[in-house]
């Protein structure tokens, strides 16, 4: 038997348990304060994940620790033994006090516990792992290859900051670093006409890899001022989706070995960019592709935890990940329904009727989408239910998207390429004319 505890203190602060006997526990701290994106100490939701588990930290074999980015928010350990990686690729092991009790500690980088949550939720042997984001760990992007649960070799990218134009640009248009998913949804409302000019200021290249300059550093992207309802904000932010995928493409064309893999998988909070993936997934020859529900930081402890478990067992188990990972209603991870038939058709009866339905079943999704189990429903033949949804129900603006949910077994005859499609909304899937017609 063996129980491995996963902490991450940083930016989207979150918990998780794996154990022998198959729990896969994943907490954040953000739905037990409510607040978006809380870091800092996350003892209250140690003591949940152990009790929800069946476990006290004494039967915890060892801790898998991800190096806080913002150390200032607090963390809830100390180092005893050991020390912190010196380098975005080295894992090591140490000792720490948690909570008053001395633990054998893996101390995992940024980069590698984001790169291992999405190499274990593929459930396949061997991968290769693309991961970016807008920083937070020694480097902001890598690629890595693994293989039977170990990770082979892991190049760090310290030149490519593409994630940081996200961030950069949804701070100039929304006043907020962490609303890239905003800019991400205006992409679709614009044209890219000025691909140029963000190559003019930001593309590098560095050993004949694709780079790209840190906005951080550059300090805008598009300048402040410029409201989120203008044409050439949404221009930029369709711009900046067009020099995003035409990088990531080169970075795998240059860095890949589909030949040798078993799939592509990316990690890191780029990875929530549907049409960056679709690409991935249509453009490269890689047969499987992984773009898993939690790649934000708030997956980050379950990554560290998954690599650690396969260090100590040394055991692989090529299963993949499931999204849902949170606790249930009732507070545990029973995974049943508390569905009945009846509640099914007076939710169908409400649909049918124009009505608005709040959906909580099973145990929670882990990351940022809404896949079923936590979810806001509307009939999608009601054409007032966007606007209703993002001013009243949601408070947020008119430009947000909602998804269309259709039976796995109904894609192809509403979709142009089913495959376009996971179950964790990180792929997008285009309507062909049939399927508009239906
Ligand atoms: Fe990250």
Redesign the pocket.
Known sequence: MCNILGLSNGHDANVSVVTSDGTRLLLELERIVRRKHAAGYVAPIVERALETSGLTLEAIDAVAVVPPIWPEAGYDWSIIGGSLPGNPSETTVGEIELLGHRKRAYFVP?HVA?ASYSYFSAGVGRADVFTA?AG??QVDASFSRWSEGRLIEFIPLPELHIGSLWSVLASELFGDIFAAGKVMGLAAYGSANCVQELERAFRTSVDGLPGCRSAWQAGSVLGKGTGWRSARARNMAASLQEFTEQVSLEVVERLGRPERSDALCMG??LALNGYLNTRLSTETAYRKFCFPAAVH?GGLSLGAALKTYVEVTRRHVAKPLSPFLGLSPDGTIDADSPFTDGSVLAAAELLRDGGVVAVCQGRAEAGPRALGHRSIIAGVDQPWVRDYLNSRVKDRESFRPVSPAILEDDAAAFLENKTHCNGEMTQIGRLSAEGLAR
């Open positions: 940024h984001h984001d937070g760990g890191g909070g930081d």
